[in-house]
């Protein structure tokens, strides 16, 4: 009778532990998937477990087949699209540095899709993978918002070239050679022997004055004279010191326009006379120096001053 009472209780145990483990209230569906795989091997006979083992191995090496072969075709066709840019950009003659960002780019990006896709073929849930990429992405993107953007400012430098290294640039309030341009900053070497480093994003959608992109650059000079002076003197010797001058350019030369001195002002207490000249851009400030110099020189010597600042009162 206790035995009897023992095997009643154990039954009741087991039969109560096996509706407690059917039980899905609560469960993932993970844990529902596994569950219900257990509960289907325990009532299968040992003929259709081994059938059903072997039907799944090679279910999964079909799989695992389709999936090398997407890979290694995908890995190909990736190859294929690269060396396709690297010839194109050197076709283009694009910058190195741009058509290097733009391979390493494309190479990654086309490598996360065909990993994705290789993983899909497997019977493996991509859906959760995508949206961990994204999220991640997203979280990137935010944190490296500064530095996405200069790279963005970077590439558009490198592609619409603005100036490149050499050119005499002003911009931002700061003015001198570029040294470098790379996809992130740009360094800028001063007149005055300073290093100034300028984020590309900024830079990008600012004002940019280039004083080398052109062959010709006009100089301008207004020399103020005393009343009284002889207008056609003073222009003749304005002219022979620009004439004077090979950097002067004229349009025989290839220049805009020739020199060019008149009377341009009647000023409060002089006359002012206005010179313009064309001459290459790498002459700029060595020109305007000389001309500066001459003009000094040389009036004073021709009997023609230049006036004091001054003022007139008369009494009564």
């Not at 700061?174 to 790379?182: K, M, R």
């Amino acid at each position: 009778m206790n035995d009897s009472i023992k095997i009643h209780v154990a039954d009741s145990i087991r039969q109560a532990r096996l509706e407690q483990f059917r039980d899905t209230t609560g469960k993932t569906e993970v844990e529902k998937g596994i569950m219900q795989a257990i509960e289907d091997v325990s009532t299968m006979s040992t003929e259709e477990l081994l059938y059903s083992l072997l039907d799944g191995v090679l279910s999964f090496g079909f799989k695992l087949l389709a999936a090398l072969a997407i890979y290694f075709v995908g890995a190909w066709l990736i190859r294929r699209i690269k060396r396709m840019l690297a010839a194109l950009f050197v076709k283009r003659n694009a910058d190195p540095a741009i058509a290097s960002f733009v391979q390493s780019f494309a190479t990654v990006a086309l490598t996360i899709i065909l990993v994705i896709v290789v993983i899909g073929t497997l019977g493996i849930e991509t859906t959760s993978l995508a949206a961990l990429l994204a999220a991640g992405g997203m979280a990137i993107g935010m944190a490296l918002s500064g530095t996405v953007q200069n790279f963005a400012g970077g590439v558009m430098l490198l592609v619409f070239k603005p100036f490149k290294a050499g050119d005499f640039i002003e911009t931002q309030g700061v003015s001198g050679t570029v040294d470098e341009v790379n996809i992130t900053a740009t360094k800028i070497h001063t007149p005055d022997n300073k290093i100034i480093i300028l984020p590309n994003g900024a830079l990008s959608n600012s004002i940019i004055n280039n004083y080398s992109k052109m062959q010709y650059r006009r100089l301008e000079w207004i020399v103020g004279l005393d009343y009284g002076c002889d207008s056609a003197k003073v222009k003749s010797v304005l002219r022979d010191i620009l004439t004077a001058d090979d950097r002067v350019q004229h349009v025989a030369q290839g220049a805009p326009a020739d020199p060019l001195i008149e009377l341009s002002a009647l000023g409060d207490s002089s006359v002012q006379f206005v010179m313009r000249a064309w001459v290459r851009s790498e002459d700029y400030w060595d020109v305007n120096f000389a001309v500066n110099e001459a003009i000094y020189n040389e009036l004073p010597l021709h009997g023609v001053n230049f006036p004091y600042q001054q003022m007139d009162i008369h009494i009564k």
